[in-house]
């Protein structure tokens, strides 16, 4: 491997690059999905290959190829540079990549037990069970459950001498009912709806308990069929920490990317109105809270060894009581600000480039029990697991939806209701946030779709949570 | 290895009783342009191989890169190990027999060996124009050429080679934006200079946009508008699957008038209109699908699996890739909202107030079964009065029922434009006016 990585540096730099960097990566990944007691989805995933990515004078190119040989690596580094020399027709600003880079060494995820160690026959056999108790319920039209193990093996190295190994495992599963009436569709998701990912063993399936969770899941489906539609109100808004990790990761995270801040992102994933004179002088929320970007956290989506440009996994404040303090940056990006990086650049395999990425995005805990949260409402909603979700482009305006609430009366949890939706604008509902659940509800949950960058890529990011509540919010955008 | 090669190998190391072979073979380039230059300029070479295995009723499915025989021979024999772990599934009548395929001309060379040096300059265009007018480009341009082969044991063996050129850009002024986009399978349908010119139209239009009461109005839709309603009712329920699981949007109304009669929406792979493919992910030719005839509800499309489950029903062309995920279901490619006879402008002079609206972003669905979709408008939203473009807004979100919008369609442009669609084919769509659209909220 290192005979293949030096001479892709060594050609690069021969073809004129003044930096150079590639990664060779060995996926695999491996998916059971069961569906209505039958099998839907079974199978194994590889994929290898290499990406090389070169600056030559101020312009970058990058080339990449499936086919791992010697041959192979001496045409695609070339292409490369061919690639950065026909963008250097439409230049930019000069290109600064701060301090070198010269991280050695290798990371393995910590995991209990290796996911491929675990049979298909054991997986199934989990899926079908928690799905036979899903479809037990005569009111569930489509029950589903689901199991995924990753294996991502990569190799980073530079022209500054960096060189690092890492084996990143991926561990997860989920299950949903659907119950369907004359005229609606209402669905019910454990752990979270989409697929629940960790950076984990398959202790991380385990511990979810998708089968004893089976019966709640189908039962709370069927009963929103006929509950009561959320209301339209400005009212007081409780979030469960799975709904509010959604939350930060849409309008926290993504506006923090420093990449959109400087428009980069502008014609795909958008902008950001978190522009660079507001840090350290822009009140994002109020006094309690505060936002984390960390690569370091145990079974977050976004924990690692180092990213994509080879900068070591940390932990960066984002916003600190109330006041946005950070951004999630690049190495190019970083020293525009006279920053070094925080170890944000993260491309989703060998034939994409990296892109600034959350990496564990989460609101630090509060001090309050849920039950005390709720005791301290007069009238308001609780929201719990998302449903729908839509941002505009500079991340202000925001709408969501949740698969359940429940009406909030005089400091008790009262009537289900089902279609719940809220909307905002970002700063003012986390000004308007004046609880938050302390650490004993707080929980790391894994975004395995976040989607970014052309050509488009997947990402897995983490988003720590507790429950929290939100003032003057308004409810029930469509009845 | 050629296609050929490929399903040959997998053939002859398969124990199943029946096996497909679906192989992608792809040359993306990418150059993406922001701030007035190029930022990033990227190309990928890959092949992806997907191996189903079935055993009686049972499938296993395994995927790959790798191309060595030996591999390909490691892959034949993962899908059939993981086809036999697996229960009886009745639902599943086998891979679909070999049908006669009408071949379709979808390459240009042009496009397959576009340089990166020709991208380059074709951009250039784009950011030149906009620094010319103080403005500030970001888009991108992509070339692809692709080879897509299906065979199965049963004698199916199809093969399509086409291409691919999409160019599209945001240009921002001071306080206001265009967007406009190209795609097709020639490189001639991507032209940087009218791009620029059109996106640039929309900054000068939209400078210095008002605040605007959300409610409901008449909206005139620019095809970039009018193509997020075509994909999300695709996505909602155009594919049989999603009936069966009674989450679309046609369940309860099939046969029924649920759209005004000017709404006429089909698939038609073989369209050259279009970015044609002869057949889809099963090797089985594409037909002719009215989805919504004259405003009437009439068929969603239809793979072998979600055939196989309705007596008498065949196939229409439209299974996506097989995954390990789990089935996706059938989904529509070439979609075609048919063109009407009315311009932009006449739509415009025939509105007492409304909205003008350029495109939409950021699309999600909030209820299925009526395709309500919530999103914001942006790059140019504007308040028509008295029949002419009064003034500018800013961006509106709105939630909004996409059956519903297009029963108060009251025109259908005379031109369409074709553009690149989610699905990863396309959409030929019109402009549209439309009698109501509800507003929810607005932004800063």
Known sequence: ?479 | MNFRQIAEAVMAASFADETEVLAMEQNESLTRFANNYIHQNVTERNVQITVRSVIETKIGIAVSNDVRPERLRELAIRAYDVAKLQPENPEFKGLPPPQALTSVKAFDGAVAECTPEQRAASVGIICRKAADRGCSAAGSMTTSSLNVGVANSKGVFAEHRFTLADESTVIMGQNSSGWAQRTGWQLAAVEAESLADEALSKVTMGADPVDFEPGEYAVVLDPYATADLLEMLAYDGMGALAVQEGRSWMNGRIGQRIMADNVSIIDDGMSTGGIPWPFDFEGVPKKVVPVVASGVAVSPVYDSFTAGREDGKQSTGHATPPSPQGRFGPAPMNLFLRAGSTSVEAMIKSTKFGLYITRFWYTRTVHPRDAVVTGMTRDGTFVIRDGEIAHPVKSLRFTQSYVEALKYAQAIGETTRVLRSGFGGAVSVPAVKLAKFRFTSSTR
């Open chain 1, 1 to 479: 491997m290192k005979e293949f990585i030096s001479h892709a540096l060594d050609v690069a730099k021969a073809k004129g690059a003044r930096y150079a960097d590639i990664r060779i990566i060995d996926h695999r990944e491996q998916v059971v999905t069961v569906k209505n007691g039958n099998v839907d989805g079974i199978g194994d995933q590889y994929s290898q290959g290499f990406g090389i990515r070169v600056l030559v004078g101020n312009s970058w190119g990058f080339a990449s190829s499936a086919y791992v040989a010697m041959a192979e690596i001496e045409r695609v580094a070339t292409l490369a540079v061919k690639i950065a020399k026909a963008s250097a027709t439409v230049p930019g600003e000069d290109v600064n990549l701060g301090s070198s880079v010269t991280s050695t060494g290798q990371y393995t995820t910590p995991i209990e037990v290796d996911p491929f160690s675990i049979s298909l026959e054991q997986k199934l056999d989990l899926l079908f069970r928690a799905d036979e108790i899903l479809r037990r319920n005569s009111g569930v039209k489509v029950s589903e459950a689901n199991a995924i193990a990753i294996r991502n093996h990569k190799f980073f190295s530079n022209t500054e001498g960096a060189l690092v190994e890492q084996i990143i495992y991926e561990g997860g599963g989920a299950i949903a009912a659907t119950a369907v009436s004359e005229t609606e569709v209402q669905i019910r998701s454990h752990p979270n709806s989409f697929r629940y990912q960790g950076t984990s063993g398959w202790e991380y399936v385990t511990n979810a308990d998708l089968v004893g969770n089976a019966e709640r899941v189908a039962a709370e489906a069927v009963a929103l069929l006929s509950a009561d539609v959320c209301p339209s109100k400005e009212t007081t808004l409780i979030l469960d920490s799975s709904q509010l990790a959604l939350q930060i990761h849409e309008s926290c995270g993504h506006p923090t990317e420093l990449d959109r801040v400087f428009g980069t992102e502008a014609a795909f994933a958008g902008r950001s109105f978190l522009t660079t004179e507001k840090r350290n002088k822009f009140r994002y929320g109020s006094d309690i809270v505060n936002l984390t970007a960390d690569s370091v956290r145990a079974t977050g989506l976004g924990t690692f060894g180092w990213d994509d440009e080879g900068v070591p996994a940390s932990s960066t404040p984002l916003v600190r009581n109330g006041e946005f303090v950070g951004y999630l940056m690049s190495r190019e990006t970083a020293s525009k600000l006279a920053l070094e990086s925080n170890g944000c650049m993260r491309a989703d395999g060998w034939n994409r480039i990296p892109l600034i990425r959350m990496t564990n995005v989460s609101l630090e805990p509060g001090t309050w029990e849920l039950d005390d949260i709720i005791a301290d409402t007069e009238d308001g909603i609780f929201m719990e697991t998302n449903r729908s979700w839509s941002i505009d482009d500079m991340r202000l305006n925001f709408q969501f939806g949740t698969e359940i609430g429940y009406e909030i009366e005089r400091g008790k949890r009262g009537r289900l209701l089902k279609n719940c939706t809220y909307t905002g604008i970002t700063p003012d509902f986390w000004k308007s946030c004046d609880a938050i659940g302390n650490s004993r509800h707080w929980r790391l949950w894994g975004t395995p779709n976040c989607g970014k960058g052309e050509p488009m890529q997947t990402m897995g990011t983490g988003h720590g949570a507790s429950p929290a509540r939100f003032r003057n919010v308004k409810v029930g955008v469509f009845r």
